[in-house]
Each structure stands twice: as structure tokens, then as C-alpha cells.
């Protein structure tokens, strides 16, 4: 006997068991991506899709690690935000930050501001701590954050 097994018979199935169970179901991302390759990429990118994903994986997370943030450099490595130029002190010091997205939550991702003296050593303290809501989050970030967990977060 043959089973076919459509794309909407996939989203019955992510509606009724969430995306990562689905993807579980099916045999992994490999077998995802191949019976459903326009979920996460249908003209540009969805971002839907991929937010529900992240979600998804930070609620795992939780239920499995009692953790509520997934912390990207259990993954990879943090992800360069933003880089700046600071302003002289009395002391015509002059200094520069850099932020960092570490870690994401149920639809935020968070992140650090970081301080470098003149010669381009980091503080140890972070300077400063941000949240972006992930809807509002830049898409080549968001992504970024996406193509981290997705193939290595264990289902």
C-alpha cells in the first residue's frame, strides 16, 4: 500500500501536532524539505512559518531543559548585530561597541552590547542588554537565528 502524503495533508498535521513533531514524524528535515520544500521559503521567505518553528523549539527547550531561552552558541556562536564608533571620555579615551544576538525566547530574541577600549579589548562586562521582538526582527537576521536550529535542533 502507498501512501501520498501532500502538502496539505502536512499542514493538517502541523496544525494538529506543531512543526517539529511533524518534521519528527516525516523522517527528519531532510524528508521535510523534500516533500514540502515551499514551508519556510514560498516566494522569499516566510516568516511566519519560520517564528512558529523558532517558538516551537524554545517550548521543546523548555519542557526538556526547563530552560526558556535556546542560547545560540550551544548552536554556533552569537551573531553580530550592530558595530559603532563611541565618543572620547575626559580622558580622550575613545571607545566602540558592538551588540550581539545570544539567545531567543518565545517571540524575542535578545541580545548584549559589548565595549571596546581604544587598543580593541572587550570589556568583561556587557555595557548594555536589548530584546527585538522576532516579528520585527530583520529577515537576514531571523534567519540566521532559523538556519541555526533548523537541521540541528534535536527533534
Given amino acids: 500500500m502507498k501512501i501520498i ?7 493538517s498535521m502541523i496544525q494538529k501536532y506543531g512543526i517539529v513533531n511533524t518534521i519528527k514524524v516525516l523522517g527528519g528535515y ?3 524539505d523534500k516533500l ?6 514560498s516566494d522569499g521567505v516566510n516568516r511566519d512559518n519560520v ?3 523558532i517558538n516551537e523549539c524554545v517550548e521543546l527547550n523548555y519542557r526538556r531543559e ?19 564608533g ?15 544576538l545570544n539567545g531567543v525566547s518565545t517571540d524575542m530574541v535578545h541580545g548584549e552590547v559589548w565595549q571596546y577600549d581604544d587598543e580593541g579589548n572587550m570589556f568583561d562586562d556587557a555595557y ?10 530583520d529577515s537576514k537576521f531571523l534567519f540566521k537565528i532559523f538556519h541555526m536550529l533548523y537541521g540541528t535542533f534535536k527533534l
Fill in 66 to 84: 526547563g530552560e526558556s531561552t535556546i542560547y545560540l552558541y550551544d548552536y554556533f556562536s552569537d551573531i553580530l548585530y550592530q558595530e559603532w
Fill in 86 to 100: 563611541g565618543e572620547g571620555d575626559e580622558n580622550n579615551e575613545f571607545y566602540s561597541f558592538e551588540s550581539r
Fill in 30 to 32: 531532510k524528508n521535510f
Fill in 36 to 41: 514540502y520544500p515551499d514551508y519556510f521559503y
Fill in 128 to 137: 548594555d542588554s536589548f530584546d527585538i521582538p522576532l516579528n520585527r526582527l
Fill in 5 to 11: 502524503i501532500t502538502e496539505n495533508k502536512i499542514d
Fill in 51 to 53: 517564528i512558529d518553528y
